[in-house]
């Protein structure tokens, strides 16, 4: 049975603070993404190709915070990150920091397909987009008039914040995509613009294999949340260890990883993962988590906040 699943941030998202118009744009946007790699994976395609393009897609839409959406930094640029990796070889690409990159996700297939490492960062990631063709945007394509208000208030407030903790009405946040594909495999993507007001070229968990991203052969995971609490948990790897070595379900482990293990430390946020017989979880610890799932042959799921 195959399956996907894809999120679009975790954070507060209380219902009184986001509009009838502003829910259905961003259900309507959950639904796209998740059309496009249902599709891929319906015609046989590889779980690793339904990943990137779910994500693609996520990207180029300007609700989420990443690729077109991305938050500005302290220095009112973009540096974006994302990794993917494959289940079954356990290979995996990432980038971080990129700036002109339309679609990161792309660039870090780049690094684990025609590269002999696992994460390359600014400005050498952007140098390798550029040599293999990848679109580039000029910074004007990245800009929103909410994140760069957003900015002046994080300055204001002299404070690097998650994109959903600035203000109730700026919902957005890292995005990514787990799959299972008809051949058994599994792959997991994510990507992200990181924080706003972010300084010295700070990087989260996104890019960091096993702590915001992974897959095997039991599971593929992508996070979303307060990245420094998800690096320090290795939280994605956590789920799989505990699959591994105490037999733990899926949706067990995941549970105890953002339950038991983040939330009391204060890592908010959540997580999508699926393992090798198409089961999915999404749990999260925060107010609610843009998100979205569909196995074979059943209805898509879409959902925002906790029901």
């Known amino acids: 049975m195959f399956a996907l699943a894809i999120h679009g941030g975790a954070g507060t998202i209380a219902r009184a603070s986001l509009s009838p118009a502003d829910e259905q744009l961003y259900r309507a946007a959950l639904e ?128 690097m914040q998650l994109d959903h903790a600035a203000d109730p009405n700026w919902k957005k946040g890292t995005v990514g995509a787990v799959a299972r594909d008809q051949h058994g495999h599994l792959a997991a993507a994510t990507s992200t613009g990181g924080m706003t007001n972010k300084r010295y070229s700070r990087i989260g968990d996104t890019p960091l294999i096993g702590a915001g991203t992974w897959a095997d052969a039991r599971c593929a995971i992508s996070c979303t949340g307060n990245g420094e609490y998800f690096i320090r948990a290795v939280a994605a790897y956590d789920i799989a260890c505990l699959m591994e070595y105490k037999g733990l379900s899926l949706e067990e482990a995941a549970r105890i990883v953002v339950q038991d293990k983040l939330a009391p430390v204060g890592g908010e946020g959540g997580l999508i993962a699926v393992d090798a017989a198409g089961n999915i979880t999404l749990p999260f610890n925060s107010e609610g988590m843009y998100r979205a799932s569909r196995v074979e042959g059943g209805a898509a799921q879409v959902a925002i906040y906790k029901e």
């Open 32 to 159: 796209a993404a998740l059309s496009t790699g249902y599709e891929l994976l319906l015609d046989g395609a590889a779980a690793l190709d339904a990943v990137e393009a779910a994500v693609r897609s996520l990207e180029d839409c300007p609700l989420f915070n990443a690729g077109r959406g991305a938050v500005f930094t302290h220095d009112g640029h973009h540096e974006m990150d994302a990794a993917l990796m494959s289940g079954h070889n356990k290979l995996a690409g990432a980038v971080a920091g990129v700036r002109q990159v339309q679609n990161p996700i792309r660039a870090a297939r780049l690094v684990m397909e025609h590269t002999e490492h696992v994460l390359l960062s600014y400005p050498g990631a952007d140098e390798l987009a550029r040599e293999h063709g990848l679109p580039l945007q000029p910074v004007e394509y990245f800009f929103t008039q909410k994140r760069f208000d957003q900015l002046q208030d994080a300055i204001a407030s002299g404070k």
